[in-house]
């Protein structure tokens, strides 16, 4: 009986340890991003190497969707994803895109699975995952839809099938706004 309570005395403290730590990692870093808040803006490199920012796509929707490679619902993911691109390159390319940043640690996973794939949309890599944190996204895949103004106004988190009838009657929508 006295190794249960101590053994329940001890899960009480690592709760309330947690629940300490995470508040205060909460207080000492930025605002996560939020519906109807300005999307953090960053800057991260494509495979060519070349800077590019949230803000590079000001004037269009971006959804933004933040992965891996290791990741078996990223990976469930990306089709749709690139069927939903595919869909906007024929339909509105001025008006809106799919920007994809990969959490993985290099560039050689990404490159083979984008090929294997063939994911045409653009990704960014992020090793250190210091933008999803920016965002306040600690389980992939999760996705940011910002409009045009760059406020967020869509945020799923999960795997989702982006050609579903309901996700494109939601685009269309925006579309037509």
Not at 25 to 43: L, R
Not at 130 to 157: A, C, L, M, N
């Amino acid at each position: 009986m006295k190794q249960l309570k101590l053994f329940i005395l001890g899960i009480v403290v690592i709760l309330v340890g947690f629940a300490w730590y995470f508040s205060q990692k909460g207080e000492s870093q930025d605002q996560p991003a939020e519906v109807g808040k300005s999307a953090p803006d960053f800057s991260l490199k494509n495979a060519a190497g070349q800077s590019v920012r949230l803000s590079d796509y000001r004037g269009k929707f971006v959804v933004l969707n933040f992965w891996g490679t290791w990741c078996p619902p990223c990976v469930e993911e990306a089709p749709y994803l690139e069927q939903l691109n595919q869909r906007f390159v024929a339909t509105f390319p001025q008006r809106i895109t799919v920007l994809t940043v990969s959490v993985d640690t290099a560039w050689e996973p990404v490159n083979k699975f984008s090929h294997e794939h063939n994911l045409s949309f653009p990704i960014l890599l992020d090793t250190h995952q210091s933008v999803p944190h920016q965002y306040g996204t600690f389980k992939y895949p999760e996705t940011y839809i910002i409009d045009p103004s760059g406020i967020v106004r869509g945020k799923i988190i999960g795997a989702y099938n982006w050609m579903a009838p309901e996700a494109l009657q939601y685009f269309d929508s925006l579309l037509r706004s």
